[in-house]
């Protein structure tokens, strides 16, 4: 009755959580703001996020997650506890148990740290699982069945494209480039082009309202403020949705050639499998619009979005954590 669990979808953008019998119960940005005075945490999650870019000397903002693994480690594990509190209120002194997704490429050392970090910020234990087969589970797709299946996983810090079959990854591949870099090249277009300095809030916000992975017949514009980078003075411009997808090209052309990479490591069966049923795509960034049919023009090979693909990786957690016995040797490796 007491033995409350956690699923955490540690994200370099957002982390979500899920808790037994409740559902996705918290979502918010990966951000703490520190005072640097009295090295005390100020806030956490979305009044954190809302302070980037904003913030005087003696206070810093700080994404303890870079590229989906654990860059500032204290930072991190004062983020899981606040998760943990938030989220189990009513029995305190009982420990929950946790269950944490990381990237399938993370290193040994990348997995204890997360591990380690959820341990001391008051979880009774703590087990890691890798996110395309939580995201596969988490967008509906049978992973024990023998038939392949292919999952496009974008978050904000990695891609990662994995074939799976018998509840395993099969063949994989990750690259640091996700929905982090997207909004870079967003801000370093505009740069390059109307001499015009943007946010990292802005850039988001230009993808979020009229990015697209193809050019689209119908135009539409945006407009943006920015700190001209000639007279140094605030200045105004309008950018349409097709300068942003000329923007993305190639952040998108590194994730189509990870696609076709796995593609070329699958096995014969697993091809015709995955030729069959088609692609599925799954994290915040597959809600780019178009972005599956690059992905099917690029390949040939058919792409559907998951439905909710935020939430994929963490109802896959929650699924996870739900039954945990029987996940176990499938997609945990405990310390």
């Not at 899920?18 to 918290?26: A, E, F, H, I, T």
């Not at 594990?77 to 997704?101: C, D, G, H, W």
């Not at 990381?102 to 341990?119: F, Q, Y």
Request: aromatic share 6%; hydrophobic share 45%.
């Amino acid at each position: 009755m007491f033995n409350n669990k956690i699923a955490i979808d540690l994200g370099t953008c957002n982390s979500l959580v899920y808790v037994q019998g409740k559902g996705v119960v918290l979502y918010e940005p990966s951000v703490v703001a520190i005072s640097l005075t009295d090295n005390k945490i100020l806030a956490v999650g979305e009044n954190a996020k809302e302070m980037i870019g904003r913030t005087p000397a003696d206070i810093k903002v700080y994404r303890p997650l870079k590229d989906g693994v654990i860059a500032d480690y204290r930072v991190t594990q004062a983020m899981l506890r606040y998760f943990i509190n938030k989220t189990s209120s009513r029995f305190k002194f009982f420990k929950p148990e946790l269950v944490i997704s990381v990237p399938a490429g993370i290193t040994s050392t990348e997995r204890r740290a997360v591990i380690e970090a959820a341990l001391s910020a008051g979880a009774k234990s703590a087990y890691v699982a890798k996110e395309p087969i939580l995201a596969a589970i988490g967008a509906g797709i049978p992973i024990n069945s023998c038939s392949g299946h292919m999952i496009i996983d974008i978050g904000g810090g990695t891609s990662e494209v994995a074939v799976i079959s018998l509840g395993g990854i099969v063949t994989w591949h990750s690259v640091r480039v996700a929905g982090d870099k997207i909004d870079v090249a967003i801000g370093d277009y505009i740069k390059k082009k109307y001499n015009l300095a943007i946010g990292t809030q802005s850039a988001e916000e230009i993808k979020i309202k009229i990015g697209t992975a193809l050019p689209q017949k119908e135009v539409k514009f945006l407009e943006i403020q920015g700190r001209d980078l000639i007279l140094g003075l605030p200045r105004n411009i309008k950018i349409s949705n097709n300068e942003v997808c000329e923007a993305i090209s190639d952040v998108l052309a590194e994730i189509i050639q990870a696609v076709k990479h796995v593609l070329a490591e699958t096995p014969p069966e697993l091809s015709a499998d995955i030729m069959n049923k088609g692609i599925i795509m799954a994290g915040g960034g597959s809600l780019l619009p178009k972005i599956n049919e690059l992905v099917a023009q690029s390949t040939g090979v058919p792409c559907f979005v998951a439905e909710e693909p935020l939430f994929c990786v963490v109802k896959g957690t929650g699924i996870v954590l739900e039954n945990l016995e029987e996940y176990k040797k499938v997609v945990m490796s405990k310390k």
